[in-house]
């Protein structure tokens, strides 16, 4: 009986031994970190942009409108493990894995999976209120003629009244204008010298910048104002495994209210294009050793060597970035027999 134990504990130990003796691991491949910065530009039309042209004789935006413009596009080659590419191989291979980092990627049974998230801020407001904004209302004289009734009958007399009227919108335009045509000419005078006052040291450039200051308060309401923010996101892309030589595929989208976006039918699509350039060749075979010995079963070792790519980002007709990067599961898979 305790033969019988003692022999089942060895067979249990063995069995556990030699499960010890295996090695999981992936072979590598090659994901892209696409990083994008862009400027996003809103323009709000001043409330008397409808009098630009007529008054002051400039052209502005009447529309309010929201512009995405692209800065930066930056691309970072990843090597991560290759979930349809694991073997198993026994652990006296790990010193010859040891010394190939990019072909041992993990020993788990799961590989890593990060995340990327990011955020909007939201877009600044606009305001048109001037510390010294003009009165929205007017006091204007208002004459009538009424019969008055006297001892001998009616008299004509003549009647004049203050009255409060709310001014118009081009009433406030023209004043606005008006101020604008009277400070450019106020500046004109103290550059030329055409002025009572006399400005020296200082007192000039103050001056001056003060009147434009002023000038720029009351063009704004023609002109209208921009503000922008910066916006960033993060895209990733896994070229897959292919015997194709170019492959391309929708890196991201711009849109110029929505911003960037990762798919869907809004804004300009930037696509991303690899095209081999290099594949790594078959190598010739070792001759042949001759062992008289007793013959062992080879112990088998997978390995990648990236193929050689040009990356390329384009929109439309246009090329945004050029670069030549390797890509491993493009490239050869071979054995390794130790």
């Given at each position: 009986m305790k033969k019988t134990?003692?022999?089942?504990?060895?067979?249990l130990l063995g069995c556990y031994a030699a499960q010890s003796q295996e090695l999981s691991y992936s072979l590598p491949r090659t994901s892209f970190l696409i990083e994008v910065k862009a400027r996003q530009i809103h323009t709000v039309p001043g409330p008397y942009a409808a009098y630009a042209s007529k008054m002051l004789g400039?052209?502005?935006?009447?529309?309010?409108?929201?512009?995405?413009?692209?800065?930066?596009?930056?691309?970072?080659p990843c090597t991560e493990a290759d979930p349809s590419a694991r073997f198993r191989t026994e652990a006296s291979a790990l010193e010859v894995l040891s010394f190939s980092s990019q072909g041992l990627v993990s020993f788990g049974d799961n590989g890593p999976s990060d995340g990327v998230n990011w955020r909007f801020e939201p877009m600044p407001g606009v305001d048109f209120a001037r510390k010294e904004a003009a009165s929205q209302k007017d006091i204007r004289t208002q004459t009538t003629v009424e019969m008055m009734p006297t001892d001998s009958g009616y008299v004509k007399r003549s009647i004049t009244r203050s009255i409060e009227v709310r001014k118009t919108e081009e009433d406030l335009a023209a004043e606005s204008a008006e101020r604008i045509i009277k400070v450019r000419q106020e500046k004109l005078n103290i550059s030329i010298g055409n002025t009572?006052?006399?400005?020296s040291g200082?007192?000039?450039?103050?001056?001056?910048?003060?009147?434009?200051?002023i000038e720029q308060d009351e063009l704004s309401l023609f002109t209208g104002q921009s503000v922008s923010r910066e916006i960033s996101a993060v895209f990733e892309i896994i070229p897959p495994a292919s015997s194709e030589l170019k492959q391309r595929c929708l890196a991201f989208r711009c849109d110029d209210v929505e911003g960037l976006l990762a798919d869907g039918s809004k804004g300009t699509p930037y696509y991303l294009e690899l095209?081999?350039?290099?594949?790594?060749?078959?190598?010739?075979?070792?001759?042949?050793?001759?062992?008289?010995?007793?013959k062992q079963v080879p112990v088998q070792i997978h390995y990648r060597e990236p193929a050689i790519c040009n990356l390329r980002i384009?929109?439309?007709?246009?090329e945004c970035l050029r670069m030549r990067v390797p890509v491993y599961q493009l490239g050869r898979e071979s054995v390794f027999s130790k």
């Open positions: 134990l003692i022999s089942i504990l060895f067979l400039i052209d502005v935006p009447q529309q309010e409108s929201t512009a995405t413009q692209i800065r930066q596009i930056s691309i970072i009572d006052a006399s400005f200082a007192a000039l450039p103050a001056a001056l910048s003060q009147l434009s200051k095209e081999v350039v290099d594949i790594p060749q078959s190598p010739q075979p070792l001759p042949e050793k001759k062992n008289p010995g007793k384009v929109s439309g007709d246009a």
